[in-house]
């Protein structure tokens, strides 16, 4: 190209390694939006979909998929964990999660009787007591809350009452502690108007729902864009003035 100067090979290299970073960056926000917008179609399934008996779904779940089971059994009425970090329409509260040992099966599921909101103090909510008793259950079968890196190590182990707190839900931590295996997913119980907790079957993606990531890839890829027009600008050829020619 005549009208660019021969740039030095950094400026190239620079240039180059900047797009490039800037273009995958923009690709990693498409895909969080294409895997955020796929849970929420699994969720708007399920939420029409039949309900299934436990053991057919229960050591093998589907993957691409949250079936809704019925399944019998008991709660361990002595056990519970409650999940100190979610939100739900702003409010603080507890997220309840029991032990509950399917009828003729050791293994044990573990079971989200939902939210309870917090009640503007910083004490939690009390959960009520816990049926005792054959019960029947449904639900969706899903995946555990996920969670990042969380430094401290088991704070379970390290509680000698119950109900026991935690601020992340680890099925390895919960499964030593309470020294049963459990199985791969946990039951999300249905929503039931006599109920005090509040179980919604939605995902909250808080500030980060997949339309901010594709605005975030946008914004990658223009960055790419300008790292690649500011290369050329910076060398393009001046154009030399024209001389004058020497009146007669």
Same mark, same amino acid.
Request: no cysteine; glycine share 8%; proline share 10%.
């Given at each position: 190209?005549?009208?660019? /100067?021969?740039?030095?090979?950094?400026?190239?290299?620079? %240039?180059?390694?900047?797009?490039?970073?800037?273009?995958?960056?923009?690709?990693?926000?498409?895909? /969080?939006? !294409?895997?955020?917008?796929?849970?929420?179609?699994? $969720?708007?399934?399920?939420?029409?979909?039949?309900?299934?008996?436990? !053991?057919?779904?229960?050591?093998?779940?589907?993957?691409?998929?949250?079936?809704? &089971? /019925?399944?019998?059994?008991?709660?361990?009425?002595?056990?519970?964990? #409650?999940?100190?970090?979610?939100?739900?329409?702003?409010?603080?509260?507890?997220?309840?999660?029991?032990?509950?040992?399917?009828?003729?099966?050791? /293994?044990?599921?573990?079971?989200?009787?939902?939210?309870? @909101?917090?009640?503007? %103090?910083?004490?939690? @909510?009390?959960? =009520?007591?816990?049926?005792?008793?054959?019960?029947?259950?449904?639900?969706?079968?899903?995946?555990?809350?996920?969670?990042?890196?969380?430094?401290?190590?088991?704070?379970?182990?390290?509680?000698?009452?119950?109900?026991?707190?935690?601020? $992340?839900?680890?099925?390895?931590?919960?499964?030593?502690?309470?020294?049963? %295996?459990? $199985?791969?997913?946990? #039951?999300?119980?249905?929503?039931?108007?006599?109920?005090?907790?509040?179980?919604?079957? %939605?995902?909250?993606?808080?500030?980060?729902?997949?339309?901010?990531? +594709?605005?975030?890839?946008?914004?990658?890829?223009?960055?790419?864009?300008?790292? &690649?027009?500011?290369?050329?600008?910076?060398?393009?050829?001046? +154009?030399? =003035?024209?001389?004058?020619?020497?009146?007669?």
């Amino acid at each position: 190209m005549s009208w660019l /100067r021969r740039p030095k090979w950094w400026w190239v290299l620079l %240039t180059v390694a900047g797009a490039l970073l800037f273009v995958r960056l923009g690709i990693w926000q498409l895909h /969080r939006a !294409d895997y955020k917008d796929g849970l929420l179609r699994l $969720y708007a399934a399920a939420a029409s979909a039949p309900l299934q008996d436990f !053991d057919s779904v229960s050591a093998e779940p589907p993957a691409n998929a949250y079936p809704r &089971v /019925r399944v019998q059994g008991h709660y361990l009425v002595d056990r519970a964990y #409650l999940l100190d970090n979610p939100k739900h329409d702003g409010r603080g509260g507890i997220e309840v999660y029991v032990p509950f040992r399917p009828q003729g099966h050791d /293994r044990l599921l573990l079971v989200d009787l939902g939210f309870l @909101p917090g009640n503007g %103090t910083d004490q939690q @909510p009390q959960v =009520p007591p816990l049926p005792t008793g054959l019960l029947t259950l449904q639900g969706l079968y899903q995946p555990p809350p996920g969670h990042g890196f969380e430094m401290g190590g088991d704070a379970l182990g390290r509680q000698a009452h119950w109900p026991k707190t935690t601020i $992340y839900l680890d099925m390895k931590q919960v499964a030593g502690d309470l020294g049963r %295996t459990l $199985y791969p997913r946990i #039951l999300t119980l249905d929503a039931d108007p006599a109920a005090i907790y509040v179980r919604e079957h %939605t995902l909250d993606f808080g500030s980060m729902p997949p339309a901010r990531h +594709r605005a975030y890839a946008f914004q990658w890829f223009t960055f790419a864009l300008a790292a &690649v027009v500011i290369f050329l600008v910076l060398h393009r050829k001046k +154009r030399r =003035p024209k001389s004058k020619s020497p009146k007669p």
